[in-house]
């Protein structure tokens, strides 16, 4: 079965300083993957989404990511991180519905 | 455009009442699903609607869970006899095409109803 795997749960780092979000995937074919953002009480975002091709993805907000298949990563990053940034940021993977990792808090320190 | 409503945004509800939420898809999209997102939690499938058909539902959806599309538009998820354990957020989200959602459409969310049950 499709299965998602944030291992961070809480992540800090400086405004301006670079980003690493890392997401696993477990999926027997090829997979469809998405990064979206979720702010306080609020819906989520898409941010970028990788169906086939070109392995790094760019997507809003300064964000890409890479799609590693020999490590069944898919991790998403970001080169300077504003506080604005500060969010929950869900990895998910697709086949016939969307699975969701359990999340990645990014707190930004000014 | 004006994406996925939903509506109430935020409900208090006794342990024992009924609840029903709305979502109104993006206009046009055939596909609208609906998830659950506890505290601290990635969103988690409940269902799943292609038009006015329910297609797909996850065990999570138990007898007291009810969801229809009765005109290929809007939805209503209804929770009956509430219990505490269903205090979460429901999101509803939409995508475009046919088919499977493997065939690489996008999906966009709502900005979710919460549910308190006191």
């Known amino acids: 079965a499709q299965s998602v795997t944030q291992p961070d749960i809480h992540i800090t780092v400086s405004e301006g300083a670079s980003l690493e979000l890392r997401c696993n995937y477990s999926y027997g074919a090829t997979p469809y993957l998405f990064w979206y953002v979720q702010s306080p009480g609020q819906g989520l975002q898409l941010l970028l989404k990788y169906f086939s091709g070109d392995t790094l993805v760019q997507g809003i907000k300064g964000f890409e990511a890479e799609f590693k298949r020999s490590q069944s990563s898919f991790n998403l990053r970001k080169p300077s991180v504003h506080w604005s940034d500060a969010a929950e940021y869900f990895c998910a993977v697709v086949n016939n519905d969307m699975r969701f990792g359990a999340g990645t808090r990014l707190t930004v320190k000014p | 455009d004006t994406g996925v409503s939903q509506d109430p945004r935020h409900k208090i509800t006794k342990r024992g009442q009924n609840v029903t939420f709305r979502c109104d898809p993006i206009s046009e999209h055939n596909r609208l699903y609906w998830y659950r997102q506890t505290l601290g939690q990635g969103p988690e499938f409940l269902t799943y609607?292609?038009?006015?058909?329910?297609?797909?539902k996850s065990r999570l959806l138990s007898d007291r869970f009810s969801a229809e599309r009765p005109k290929g538009s809007f939805s209503t998820l209804e929770i009956q006899r509430t219990e505490q354990g269903d205090s979460a957020m429901y999101l509803c989200a939409s995508s475009p095409g046919t088919g499977t959602l493997s065939s690489g459409n996008t999906i966009y969310f709502g900005e979710g109803s919460w549910l308190t049950v006191v």
């Open positions: 609607f292609q038009n006015e058909a329910q297609l797909e």
